[in-house]
């Protein structure tokens, strides 16, 4: 358009900007000096005479993508807006792919709810549309009502800005039990947002707002709506559909309800297919390879056993299994792996030898299970977690307290004080128990140093630190050596939800109210990464097995799995109906399983993207999940009081991961989980809080009785 770079090109010049007019001139091949008195056409007008911007561009704005080019070229001219300019791209501009700021201007994104429309027309518009979608044909019906609710919020929202704070009443009254039930937190919100100075300190709005609602629908649906709103010339809606809305449109099949039922629910619609494309390194490191201590071992074990042949097959076979390449790993180098001291290997090989009398699960072979209560908990148990070896267990309480006691004979000691750690003898072979203090033994210690409920422990791989983070935002590093705090990392601003060790240690991650997981390391007392793109409270952290990767589970009700070595976020799980409180990767590393407030457990395939299992049968909020050491057992506890096991080896065989599935999303979970139940069993008044697998395969689980 030589009207609008005409323009620029006088702008540039009259601002002295000679070698930026050279370079646009050049660029638009307009060789000659006639830059003539053309008239600006509005959108380049508007944008020269601002002196405070806030401009909300969609598609419409302009006619051509010169015109977007040189107003965008303009906008980034050094020195030629010397005030403050935030710039919008609400839709796939003409040029396409632009990127939206993350911190938006709070009017500059209620400016967007400017519309010219009769709000007493509003009712009619929806209801209009409604009836149109619930008199289509079935199999586009269950794609267009997704349209329902998402058209639902901002129609309220536009009435409720431009101040028809009585037809926003009515159209609320009217419309809002039509929505879906899974919705009903969002619009107990959105019903106390009855006046335009509500809607700018509040956070669920602003995100509705800026983050587009992403709706998944086949071609052919979406030509029925937009033919149909053409028709009727129902600009209202249409234009809420093209800034407000992101449409995600595949060819093929449209999907039924079910399908889509499995899938939504969260807090912004559903996942882009393009959030899910990235390659996932899923598969495990390499063992490192001992051989001596393997062969003391071994002979140890002849010698106690007297039955060397079964042991030796059993023995190789662990070998024999780290020395292979997983296919889907990580680089060993990827990201950098603290180095194994001798206390490591030793822990390995013990590991390896438990290993070999683990008990095989199935459905034929159930684990047994232990229940750890806390009984009188009246400081209120909000956290717990048990060693690797299954040898101490903390709890995290709402008093402040963090308690760790050994589930073990063997007793809880300190280390010596200084002066008498200078008498000991540092050659002796009993080094290691002679730097302990017999007088401080005893089966719990207390350790004091929070300042308001501890929501999140963990123990190191090594044992020998714990983790704990707290509603008084911080993230406190103790030592079991000496059973005092190390280290408090501060770096969040409110509460801290949950914190987890990395199975390699060294590394941890936090993740809390601000929106926000972070990735630590125990020697910096400033985060390594911040994983952002949460749109509420981060609720529950977890390290894939390899520790590339971070898996976040969030109050906006989606699952989100990020890269540790760059930040990026490279899935996104939608499907869960309440806010995410519990995560477990499967051994293998290929599978994540997640359980919410909605009594649901829900299996994922890492490497599509895709969901491919849901367990029903809870009945309340699930807060531990636990694979068995070898994979084939899955156990869900959750504050119904029961435990429940299910068969993995199962429920992940014969998936549909064709391309198909994964371009579209359309799976098919079976309608009946039962058959993958195993057993259920019930405490008499204790919610699960906690399960761990021994390396034995016996299960653990912990809860607090609660009377009532």
């Known amino acids: 358009d030589r ?32 830059l003539g008195a053309a008239a600006l056409s509005p959108t380049a007008a508007g944008l020269l005479g601002a002196t405070r911007l806030s401009v909300m561009f969609s598609h419409e704005c302009f006619t051509s993508p010169a015109e977007l080019l040189a107003t965008v070229y303009l906008l980034a001219l050094p020195g030629c807006l010397t005030t403050f300019c935030t710039v919008l791209f609400c839709d796939s501009a003409v040029g396409g792919g632009v990127v939206v700021e993350d911190q938006p201007d709070v009017s500059a994104v209620l400016s967007a709810y400017n519309q010219q429309g009769d709000p007493t027309l509003y009712e009619e518009y929806y209801s209009g549309l409604k009836h149109f979608i619930e008199c289509s044909l079935d199999c586009h019906r269950a794609e267009l009502s997704q349209l329902f609710y998402p058209l639902f919020v901002h129609m309220y929202l536009e009435l409720v800005y431009n101040q ?40 669920t709005m602003l995100d509705f707002r800026t983050s587009k609602f992403v709706l998944r629908i086949s071609r052919d649906s979406y030509q029925l709506l937009k033919r149909h709103l053409q028709e009727k010339q129902n600009n209202q809606i249409w234009n809420i559909v093209q800034e407000h809305l992101y449409i995600d449109i595949f060819d093929g099949m449209p999907r039924s309800k079910q399908q889509i039922d499995a ?89 390896m030898k438990e290993a070999a009398r683990r008990v095989r699960l199935g459905p034929e072979c159930l684990p047994s299970i232990c229940f750890y209560t806390f009984l009188n908990a009246y400081q209120g148990l909000t956290a717990v977690d ?44 009993d080094v290691l128990e002679r730097i302990m203090d017999e007088k401080t033994a005893s089966e719990l210690k207390i350790l004091y140093g929070h300042s308001g409920p501890v929501y999140g422990t963990s123990f190191s791989p090594d044992r020998n630190y714990l983790l704990s983070c ?13 059973f005092t705090c190390l280290v408090g990392y501060k770096g969040h601003n409110y509460p801290v939800w949950d914190t987890q060790f990395s199975p390699y240690g060294y590394y941890f991650v936090s993740g809390g109210h601000d929106r926000v997981a972070r990735l630590w390391a125990t020697d910096h007392y400033q985060p390594l990464r911040i994983f952002a793109g949460h749109l509420a409270d981060v609720t529950c952290t977890r390290f894939h097995p390899n520790s590339n990767y971070i898996a976040t589970g969030s109050a906006d009700r989606t699952v989100r799995l990020w890269d540790v070595l760059n930040g990026n976020c490279v899935r996104i799980f939608t499907g869960h109906k309440g806010p995410i409180h519990s995560l477990a990767f499967s051994p293998n590393g290929r599978f994540l399983a997640t359980g919410a407030t909605d009594g649901r457990v829900l299996l994922w395939d890492i490497g599509h993207g895709l969901m491919v299992g849901e367990l029903k049968g809870h009945t309340d909020t699930i807060y531990a999940l636990r694979f068995s050491r070898d994979g084939e057992i899955l156990a869900s506890g959750s504050m119904d009081n029961t435990v429940r096991l299910w068969d993995a080896v199962k429920a992940f065989e014969d998936l549909e991961t064709d391309d198909f599935t994964t371009a579209t999303g359309h799976i098919n979970l079976p309608e009946n989980s039962q058959e993958l139940l195993l057993g259920t069993y019930m405490t008499k008044s204790t919610p699960v809080v906690h399960l761990h697998f021994t390396r034995r395969n016996l299960l653990l689980a912990a809860g607090a009785y609660s009377s009532q």
């Open 3 to 34: 009207q609008t770079l005409v323009a620029v090109l006088q702008f540039l010049r009259r601002s002295n900007l000679r070698e930026s007019e050279e370079i646009l001139r050049r660029e638009a091949r307009l060789l000659g000096d006639d």
């Open 164 to 203: 028809h704070e009585s037809e926003a009443k009515s159209f609320f009254e009217r419309f809002h039990g039509d929505q879906e039930c899974y919705y009903q937190d969002d619009l107990r919100v959105l019903s106390s947002l009855t006046k335009k100075e509500h809607m700018k300190g509040n956070e």
């Open 386 to 429: 048990i060693t690797d070896d299954s040898s101490m267990i903390v709890g995290g309480f709402a008093d402040s307290t963090v308690r760790v006691w050994s589930v073990t004979p063997k007793k809880l000691r300190s280390v010596k004080t200084a002066a008498d750690l200078s008498l000991i003898d540092k050659e002796s072979d």
């Open 263 to 351: 899938m939504v629910g969260s807090l912004a619609g559903e996942a882009k297919r393009e959030a899910n494309k990235a390659k996932v390194f899923f598969g495990l490191l390499k063992e490192p390879e001992f051989d001596v201590p393997l062969d003391d071992e071994d002979e140890e074990g002849e010698n106690e056993e007297g039955k060397p042949k079964k042991k030796k097959p059993k023995k190789d076979s662990v070998g024999s299994k780290s020395k292979k390449q997983d296919p889907n790993a990580p680089p060993q180098n990827r990201i950098p792996l603290p180095e194994l001291k001798d206390s490591d290997k030793l822990d390995k090989v013990m590991n």
């Open 470 to 482: 707290s509603e008084d935002g911080t993230v406190r590093l103790w030592s079991l050596q000496t």
